[in-house]
């Protein structure tokens, strides 16, 4: 596929709840795992007080998505039922809609029985799924039927096998034949905000991951938005050879190489940072000396 500039063209607002939510600018959407065993965070956020304090802290730090799992998707991970998954999310959806109701709330599940729930119950902005409705075949008409906003991942197996022999001839050219694919049943059906994330980390190599980074840029042909989830992934821990925990200043770096390929939403466990991170890539965009080229 030949990637052209649709600078102009391409559709960066969706809507959220009947509002049109523009990502023309940059967006941080915040993670809040409820789960046991997330990779970073895992276990953190049980209690009432917990959830409350880090989502307070990730709106006071400028946090424009709240992105809620309770699905441990990393490599390897346990699989739990789609009600104990409900029994997780319900709980804190209460009490995330009771004390920040205008927060734009993100569910990330890939399956439609927990979505449904979640939208129709909590009225739930956006549904993330990991597996572009590979793990769940009646995702896409419960997103065309209810018309909500969808992130769409690449992933290669599931995340019980993902990692274990991932393989591609040309990630780039396969990940975008994949999205092109799904798109193109997903607009039979009606859908029509979707953002894509090419799944960095999900049934990748570490050369795979960055080489979808590389060029993130070429994915702008589908003219949709683009969600970049690399925060303190082990793309970079392993290059560094640190463990997540010390990885924030590579996020930061990778964040910024997202950016200038054109994300659109970053999926980030450090609200503050990847605020200022794109801050300062705008400012550099938007940097120019006048007349310097006539």
């Known amino acids: 596929m030949q990637a052209k500039d649709t600078f102009f063209s391409r559709k960066l607002t969706i809507n959220c709840g009947g509002e049109l939510f523009d990502l023309s600018e940059p967006k941080v959407m915040g993670i809040l795992n409820v789960t046991s065993d997330s990779f970073f965070d895992g276990g953190k956020y049980n209690s009432q007080n917990q959830i409350l304090s880090q989502v307070n802290k ?122 092109s694919s799904k798109l193109q049943k997903l607009k039979l059906l009606g859908a029509t905000d979707v953002i894509l994330d090419p799944g960095f980390g999900f049934g990748k190599t570490l050369d795979h991951n960055y ?39 590579g996020t930061s770096v990778l964040h910024t190489l997202a950016l200038l390929g054109g994300a659109n939403i970053l999926r980030v466990h450090d609200v503050k940072e990847a605020k200022e991170t794109i801050q300062l890539v705008g400012k550099f965009l938007n940097a120019k000396v006048d007349n310097w080229h006539e």
Do not use: W
């Open 211 to 249: 080489q979808l980074l590389k060029y993130l840029e070429d994915f702008k042909i589908f003219d949709l938005p683009i969600l970049a989830g690399v925060s303190r992934k082990s793309m970079i821990n392993k290059v560094l050879e640190i463990n997540p925990e010390e990885a924030l200043n």
């Open 58 to 179: 990730m709106i006071s730090e400028g946090c424009d998505i709240i992105d809620i799992g309770a699905y441990s998707s990393r490599p390897g991970a346990l699989n739990i039922s789609a009600n104990d998954e409900i029994n997780r999310l319900l709980p804190v959806l209460e009490i995330i809609r009771n004390d920040f109701p205008d927060i734009i709330i993100s569910v990330d599940t890939f399956r439609s029985q927990v979505a449904k729930k979640v939208i129709q119950d909590y009225k739930v902005d956006i549904i993330n799924d990991i597996s572009a409705g590979e793990l769940d075949e009646k995702m896409f008409e419960l997103i065309a039927e209810l018309n909500v906003p969808y992130i769409m991942m690449h992933m290669q197996g599931t995340p019980q096998n993902m990692q274990k022999n991932p393989n591609y001839v040309n990630v780039v050219k396969e990940v975008m034949d994949y999205f």
